[in-house]
DNA sequence: CCCTGATTCGC
DNA sequence: GCGAATCAGG
């Protein structure tokens, strides 16, 4: 692959929206991180704020560090997205693992597509089985057995970015609350 | 461990 | 100019 025009046009677009290297990358097809990187720094656009750094204004020689932080760092964001959902650009990201009580949802018999469920007991297989303690920010943390007796475990395999649990336990965990409307029609 | 961007340097 | 490898961080 090569920088078109085209291609280059939206790494700068992404770029500017604080989209992160790798998700450009991904976009684009064809490149990896680093490319992106090399490419962000040969075009001379390293810093985001595009809008900020008037070129000459580096008077912040000293940083004394304010005692207090009024500045609430106001973030614009834009998220100008259509092509799909990504509701995090940037920051807020490494949180502590929930660990708490309020975690998944057992699906009780609900009306989950049988495909999905077919891909759990699937992957229930392969699952890493790991315990509360293993669980870490990016392990699929789907409880599976019951609590009470031996028999019970975390999923534990990779989670899909931003989601607790693993792309199969996402399937049943986030349904569309819409299995099926009027059969009659 | 996962991810981020920054830099280097052979091509 | 390009980008993999590497570096430096979170």
Excluded at 29 to 34: A, I, L
Excluded at 58 to 86: G, I, M
Excluded at 101 to 109: F, G, I, T, Y
Aim: aromatic fraction near 4%.
């Amino acid at each position: 692959m090569s920088w078109t025009d085209e291609r280059v046009e939206l790494l700068k677009k992404m770029w500017g929206e604080g989209q992160s290297a790798s998700q450009i990358a991904k976009e684009l097809g064809g490149v990896t991180r680093n490319a992106v990187i090399g490419k962000v720094h040969r075009l001379g656009l390293s810093n985001r704020g595009g809008a900020e750094e008037p070129a000459a204004a580096p008077k912040a020689e000293a940083k004394p560090k304010p005692a207090a932080k009024p500045e609430a760092a106001a973030r614009p964001e834009p998220q100008t997205e259509s092509a799909e959902p990504k509701p995090q650009p940037v920051a807020a990201r490494n949180k502590i693992i929930p660990a708490g009580q309020p975690l998944p949802p057992q699906p009780s018999a609900n009306e989950i597509s049988p495909e999905a469920l077919a891909k759990v007991n699937e992957i229930e297989k392969k699952a890493k089985k790991l315990t509360l303690m293993e669980l870490t920010e990016r392990t699929c943390k789907w409880p599976v057995g019951d609590p009470a007796t031996e028999h019970f475990w975390f999923c534990g395999l990779p989670v899909q970015q931003g989601k607790p649990y693993c792309e199969a336990h996402v399937g049943v965990a986030f349904q569309p609350m819409s299995s099926r409307r009027d059969r009659r029609r």
